[in-house]
């Protein structure tokens, strides 16, 4: 498990800004999302170990769910 928890780490910052140049393209595509649904439900944010007291902040129409451009602007108050 060792080696699987470094190549997650590894890949978080990556991906991140992998998906906030898909998401500029209109499509919402992020590790995160593992039933590839287009959108981070709570559950998929904190398995993908973001902060679970920032996805309330992200969700900004309070719909449960983390869809692209609030994924975009949620990383854009994470400077
Ligand atoms: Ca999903
Ligand atoms: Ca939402």
Redo the contacts with the bound molecule.
């Keep these: 498990m060792a080696r699987l928890t470094t190549l997650f780490a590894l890949g978080l910052t990556a991906s991140l800004a992998a998906a906030t140049a898909q998401a500029a393209e209109g499509r919402f595509i992020h590790p995160a999302?593992?039933?590839?649904?287009d959108?981070?439900?709570r559950q998929?944010w904190v398995a993908y170990k973001l902060p679970a007291a920032e996805f309330d902040k992200a969700d900004t129409d309070a719909d449960g769910l983390i869809n692209g451009p609030e994924f975009v602007a949620w990383r854009q108050t994470q400077a």
Aim: zero cysteines.
């Design positions: 999302d593992t039933n590839k649904d959108r981070i439900s998929e």
